[in-house]
């Protein structure tokens, strides 16, 4: 498959080189290795390269099994691949094959290709690798639901064809070249309210959940941050991503970012209630079918038809149990109740982040304020000086480091090494309570700060020439202001 290349620089960046899943319990025998292939990415491949690839990945798990005690590897690093592992369930594995960023250089007056294997983080991909995984059981279930017919040969059939059905689509929209520390966190922005506001939603959500008995969970986005949820992080993210990276680009940007509202439902209902993005099918071509996802809690999945409905820059999602209490009086009875309110809520956050605009009160704040678009930022500090916050209690994230884009358009805006280096940092204080404090400077004149306590972790990027004293009094400054409550007793 053709990798991207930049030009100017005459190099190619990191690729999805092969995305394949195999099965080892079947085609055991010599001549049938063939049926372990469930799905392989690039397609057109030949067989017989199909069934080399699948035979040297299980020869390198069982080679690794001799040394450990469970099936634990999960990366292979050669000159020119990265090559992830990992298994969903059991006898599953799936295997994500990347081609290491190169450079076109000239030495002797003769041409030859770097290879940088090293930019391309491990974990990172194989986080990537995992939430693929994730989203094909947020929308299908697991591997083994999939196994429905009256015999193996009906079985692994109908989960061959789900596969393809969701991975051919999947894998074309992995941008595997702006992977980042946020991939690892699987974290989401969180919008903050004031108590009033906050408690204003909660009640809404209350009342929906309580008029609508169908309705079993809420989640409410405004400007695509979280306000509230009532599903678990780990499905929560899922369909977070779907949400961003596939239902809103698909709708038109005034309906989802709060213009003119021209996709209305028709019943005759004042145009400003807003609109379902997946509601009833007869409200025309740009209201999409409601998915049917799939929820685990405590490793159990239980079946939901997801109703997305958007009101200027405030989004509803809404999860029925029961398919069959989605008729058209359903879809007219919830349009009527929650449009007005949810089309007030969403006006009101709004005027208030404007009235908030230029405030810095926290960490928080000071990144939803310039997400919304804040005209008197310090633009030679936004250039200069980066943070990031994760808490792995909640998976929530704030920061500059992706600032004023949407998630799903992510764009560096500090470099791959410094990237990584964060990914290095962050890895080794992750899913621990301990407190700690590390100040790294690079060649490049790069300073990160990073302070971890109770499963929450702060970095601060500087991109100047100065001295260990300087960046300390800056970063003990921004904690000060902004995390002083978090890190008080560090």
Not at 383 to 393: A, D, R, S
Request: some cysteine.
């Amino acid at each position: 498959m053709t990798e991207p290349v930049d030009d100017a620089n005459n190099t190619k960046l990191i690729a999805l080189k092969k995305f394949f899943i195999f099965n080892s319990k079947y085609g055991s025998t010599e001549g049938e290795e063939k049926n372990k292939i469930m799905f392989y990415h690039p397609s057109e491949n030949e067989l017989d390269t199909k069934i080399k690839d699948i035979g040297l990945c299980e020869a390198i798990v069982k080679f690794t099994n001799t040394f450990t005690a469970d099936e634990s590897v999960y990366c292979m690093r050669t000159q020119k691949t990265l090559q992830l592992f990992y298994k969903p369930e059991h006898d599953f594995w799936m295997m994500m094959i990347l081609n290491a960023p190169s450079e076109r250089k000239t030495r002797d007056d003769s041409e030859y290709t770097e290879y940088r294997c090293e930019d391309a983080h491990e974990i990172v991909y194989r986080e990537v690798l995992k939430q693929s995984y994730y989203m094909f059981r947020l929308f299908s279930g697991t591997f083994m639901d999939n196994l429905v017919g009256d015999n193996e040969t009906q079985q692994v059939e109908h989960l061959i064809n789900k596969l393809s059905k969701f991975y051919s689509k999947y894998v074309a929209t992995l941008k595997t070249r702006n992977c980042d520390i946020l991939d690892i966190c699987r974290s989401i922005q969180y919008l903050p309210l004031n108590k009033f506001q906050f408690l204003r939603v909660h009640n809404f959500i209350q009342m929906i959940e309580s008029t609508f008995v169908a309705i079993k969970h809420c989640i409410f986005l405004f400007n695509e941050q979280l306000v509230w949820s009532g599903i678990n992080p780990s499905d929560l993210y899922s369909i977070y991503e779907y949400l961003t990276g596939l239902l809103f680009p698909k709708c038109s940007a005034d309906d989802v970012r709060g213009g003119s509202l021209t996709r209305n439902y028709s019943n005759g209902l004042d145009a400003q209630y807003g609109a379902y993005l997946a509601g009833p099918t007869h409200q025309g071509d740009n209201c999409k079918k409601p998915p049917t996802v799939y929820i685990c809690n405590n490793g159990e999945c239980q079946v939901y038809k997801m109703i997305v409905y958007n009101a200027l820059s405030g989004t509803l999602c809404l999860f029925v149990k029961d398919k069959s209490a989605l008729t058209n009086d359903f879809y007219e009875e919830l349009h009527a109740f929650i449009g007005p309110q949810l089309t007030n809520i969403a006006s009101d956050i709004a005027e208030n982040l404007t009235k908030d605009n230029g405030k810095t009160s926290s960490l928080i704040c000071t990144s939803t304020s310039s997400s919304i678009g804040n005209a008197n930022a310090d633009e030679s500090t936004t250039q200069t000086t980066k943070y990031l916050f994760f808490n792995e209690l909640n998976f929530q994230h704030n920061g500059s480091v992706h600032l004023n884009q949407k998630l799903y358009k992510k764009k560096r805006s500090i470099p791959r090494e410094i990237m990584n280096l964060l990914n290095d940092l962050y890895i080794q204080d992750a899913n621990t309570s301990n407190s700690s404090e590390i100040i790294v400077k690079t060649l490049s004149d790069y300073w990160i700060v990073k302070r971890s306590t109770n499963w929450r972790h702060s970095f601060v990027i500087f991109n100047k020439n100065a001295t260990l004293l300087d960046i300390a009094e800056e970063a003990n400054k921004i904690f000060d202001t902004h995390l002083n409550d978090v890190f008080s007793h560090i």
